[in-house]
């Protein structure tokens, strides 16, 4: 797995900037940048800070989409708010996420 590339593809999916990337995760932005300018691969630490900016955990990170997602806490609580809504609330959340 290219590393560099999965999170970038990250980033493009959700719209964020190295910038973006860098806040979210807590980081100086230089590490993100030298993550990509210098082709550095991630320590563990910056690794995971980047998954948990993305709101996933480091074996979702690997999966690949090859083996079952584990879900974090956040995200279960998340699913089990979505089920107590409305079609309609699920309408108008879609736009707020699509909004923002």
Known sequence: MDVQQH???LMEERGWSEYKLA???NLPQSTISNLFKRNNAPTLYTLEAICKAFGMTLAQFFSEGKEPMELTEE???LFAKWATLSEKQKRVLFELIDIM
């Open 7 to 9: 999170i970038r593809e």
């Open 23 to 25: 806040k979210m995760a």
């Open 75 to 77: 995200q279960r609580a």
